[in-house]
């Protein structure tokens, strides 16, 4: 979102280096302009923007966060996108307001990498506002949406294998476990029987296509929410490998933000939300099983330290207002000075 975050073929075009910072252009129109994030107002109050600091935008989308955080104070803002569409549309908020938005096209997941080589600045604050873009979303071309019939590609970036790709690849069961994990679809294995067969008489390239193959699978619906959601989910989430990005990204916010550095992060399913909630409890004092105990032998310091106890969500007005805002949760914390933790083969620890 800036957002909620499911749309993208390959780009016709060649896209800069990854992580390389973004050639400046002038488009008629800044997308940020008319576009308000979900939960910007708490976003803000957990990154409390200052004049004269460096702050992160992991997930540039169409500039929302970075935009207000421009707009707050004096300061400067990072801002990452791996779809170098959205690096391109970016240019315009450039503009506005320059030597202050600086935008590298690569993963947050490398945030790390990225920012160590665009800046020695202290980093004050990191925002992430996970899944698919709205842009992405409302664009039919790029295969992220069951309601716009498309191509069936869902990248968020350039290159690796398209949903369509994995559709065609994967066995039954592999397809199953994937949209049960991935898409918590209690009906996965008639979905993955339905699109093997469906397959067998004719290859699925179109969103339109999968889209109505899973809604004559799925036996019932929830009020309110499209029978092909949670197979869609799954697919842009496997496609994307969207929640060991999230670890990356986790962990590599831990690593650039300063002392007294502020994380805020939102997220749109409980996959995402139980990843963030388990790594900031894991790192805070919050682990610990008394507040009066000290940690067990051996146990690294709390790098973090939680600005709330329970996640943030939208208010029942924004939630009328943006259908997609209902299901977001922010979580938020504030770097201490301990060193950061290991990171474990995978993932964070």
Not at 71 to 81: E, K, N, P, T
Not at 206 to 221: K, M, Q, Y
Not at 269 to 293: C, G, I, P, W, Y
Request: with cysteine; hydrophobic share 45%; glycine share 8%.
């Amino acid at each position: 979102m800036k957002r909620a975050r499911p749309d993208r073929p390959e780009a016709r075009r060649r896209p800069a280096r990854e992580g390389a910072a973004a050639p400046a252009q002038d488009p008629a129109q800044d997308p940020a302009q008319d576009h308000v994030p979900v939960l910007l107002d708490a976003v803000l109050a957990a990154l409390a923007p200052r004049d004269g600091a460096t702050y992160v935008d992991g997930t540039f989308g169409a500039g929302g966060y970075s935009a207000a955080l421009l707009a707050a104070a004096r300061c400067r803002v990072l801002g990452i996108d791996r779809d170098p569409e959205a690096v391109r549309r970016g240019a315009a908020l450039a503009a506005k307001h320059p030597g202050r938005l600086l935008l590298i096209e690569g993963r947050f997941g490398d945030m790390a990498r990225l920012v160590g080589a665009a800046s020695s600045e202290p980093i004050a604050g990191v925002a992430l506002d996970l899944g698919v873009s709205s842009t992405q979303l409302d664009s039919a071309e790029r295969g992220f949406s069951f309601r716009l019939d498309g191509p069936l590609d869902m990248r968020m970036g350039e290159g690796g294998e398209s949903a369509a790709e994995l559709v065609a690849r994967l066995t039954e069961a592999e397809l199953a476990g994937l949209i049960r994990t991935l898409g918590e679809e209690r009906f996965a294995r008639r979905v993955a029987r339905a699109i093997v067969a469906a397959r067998q008489a004719a290859p699925i390239r179109r969103t339109g296509e999968l889209a109505e193959i899973v809604r004559a699978a799925v036996p019932t619906r929830e009020p309110g929410l499209d029978a092909a959601t949670r197979t869609f989910q799954a697919l842009r989430i496997a496609v994307n490998d969207e929640l060991g990005e999230l670890d990356r990204g986790l962990a590599g916010a831990e690593r650039v933000l300063m002392p007294g550095g502020r994380l805020a992060v939102v997220a749109f399913h409980s996959l995402e939300d139980a990843r963030v909630k388990r790594f900031l409890r894991q790192r805070s004092d919050a682990a610990a099983t008394s507040r009066h105990a000290p940690p067990p032998p051996g146990a690294p310091a709390p790098s973090f330290r939680l600005l709330a106890r329970r996640a943030v969500m939208p208010a029942a007005a924004e939630a009328a207002r943006n259908p997609r805002a209902r299901s977001a949760r922010l979580r938020a914390a504030e770097r201490t000075a301990a060193p950061p933790w290991a990171i474990a083969e995978g993932g964070a620890r």
